[in-house]
């Protein structure tokens, strides 16, 4: 198998499992979850229906990079709404560890991470439209 080859088909197990990850948080949301959302983008002074966009970002952003269908695009879309998450949600975690020993916000960060590095590389060889 060549680099490049190598490359795409870690590109693609990286998409599938970012995409499948955040994807199964928004399904949660839409099976009644989004209440809660909409309450603490309320509390933090934004309109409540800013709170849709969460939907975007856990669910639209995940099925585009999953099918590496403008992949980049949803990586961004999740980028972002990880950034919303950790200021919304996870803010007072940021200088803590968890029971384990690990940083209290490492899901969020590796999703972050993750999702910024498919927009960087794109989705690799193994997509709709490679963008």
Known sequence: MNTSTQQDLGKLIIRIAL???VLLHGISKLDGGLEGIMKMVETQ?????????VLAGEVLGPLLVITGFFSRIGAVLIVLN??????????????????????????????????????????????????
């Open 19 to 21: 995409g499948v990850l």
């Open 45 to 53: 002074g934004f309109p409540a229906s800013f709170g849709y966009g």
């Open 82 to 131: 990880m950034i919303v998450a950790l200021y919304l949600v996870h803010t007072g975690d940021i200088g803590h560890l968890n029971e384990q020993g690990g940083w209290a916000i490492e899901l969020q960060v590796m999703y972050l991470a993750t999702a910024l590095g498919i927009a960087l590389m794109g989705p690799g060889k193994y997509a709709f439209n490679q963008r």
